[in-house]
């Protein structure tokens, strides 16, 4: 479990704090969205997550564990694995295998062990057929999910991926999603993912909406995405089943609120056909 308690954040020399007076509980096994337009703190927020950033005011702990004590830092950032935009940025070395025993052979962890974990990492990843190949010639999914095992190498209880999806195609986004939707399912791996695309934060427990430096919205996709005005207010679009939804409603048409992503709003539409 995660915690944030009162957490503000100012970048140094900046006049306004990034996060303001942030209240939030993340809990284990939970697939959570945070949503916002663009600096509206999303990425402060996720930083503060690893210890990456400590909190100016108010308090972060991970798994009971303060942030702002440095003797924690290390478990930490073992406990909670990022995954950054740019695919290309990601990984360390050229070999795809060489790259997810990056991370556990820094933590020490022993040879056999080590390959113990990169061949299940990339199995998790659907990524085994391409353990030896050379990591730049990967797609940008495909490298982002080598950036996954990586992180999956270090046994994390916690995956926070920020705009991990923002560079890819479509193809590569919904591979990714579906890996990480699978990690959250079957591994039991809690999930933070930061994005724009509000179809992404759909398929999550929980989203959260950041407007200027603080929570505005907190509920389930259902919740969220009921309100469309509210959400315009707050920079923000529906997914587009949504919009669809909501303008055949006011061209009569009888839908159920519950409809959020393409595929139920097809199915909800084709009996009506
Ligand atoms: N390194 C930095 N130094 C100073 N100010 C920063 C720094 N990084 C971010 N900020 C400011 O903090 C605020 C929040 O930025 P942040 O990157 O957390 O937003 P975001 O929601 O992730 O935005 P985006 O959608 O563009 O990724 C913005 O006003 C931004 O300009
Ligand atoms: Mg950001």
């Known amino acids: 479990m995660i915690q944030l308690e009162n957490v503000t954040f100012k970048y140094e020399g900046m006049a306004t704090a990034a996060l ?102 990339l199995e998790k990843v659907n990524m085994t057929a391409y353990a030896k190949y050379a990591a730049h010639h990967l797609s940008g999914g495909q490298k982002q999910r080598i950036a996954i095992a990586g992180m999956l190498a270090m046994q994390p209880q916690v995956l926070v991926l920020d705009e991990a999806t923002a560079m890819l195609d479509p193809q590569g986004r919904m591979e990714l999603l579906g890996t990480v939707k699978r990690l959250n399912e079957q591994s039991g791996i809690t999930v933070v993912m930061i994005t724009q695309y509000m179809e992404e934060a759909t398929l999550c427990d929980r989203v959260v909406v950041m407007h200027d430096g603080s929570i505005a919205l907190e509920g389930t996709p259902e919740e969220i995405f009921h309100d469309v005005d509210k959400l315009h207010q707050l ?39």
């Open 20 to 121: 303001k007076n942030v209240n939030l509980t993340i809990q284990d096994g939970e697939m959570i969205a945070i949503v916002g337009h663009n600096g509206s703190g999303k990425s402060t927020l996720s930083k503060h997550l690893n210890a990456l950033l400590l909190p100016s005011e108010g308090t972060v702990t991970v798994n009971g564990m303060d942030v702002k004590d440095e003797r924690n830092t290390l478990a930490i950032r073992q406990h909670v694995g990022m995954v950054f935009q740019n695919p290309d940025n990601q990984l360390v070395t050229s070999v795809v295998e060489e790259d997810v025993a990056f991370g556990p052979e820094n933590l020490g962890v022993p040879p056999d062990e080590i390959r113990r974990r990169v061949d299940k990492a």
């Open 235 to 273: 920079g923000l679009d529906a997914p587009e089943a949504v919009n669809m939804r909501q303008a055949l409603k006011k061209l009569g048409v009888e839908l159920d609120d519950g409809i959020m992503t393409t595929d139920s709003l097809a199915e909800a539409l084709c009996p009506l056909l």
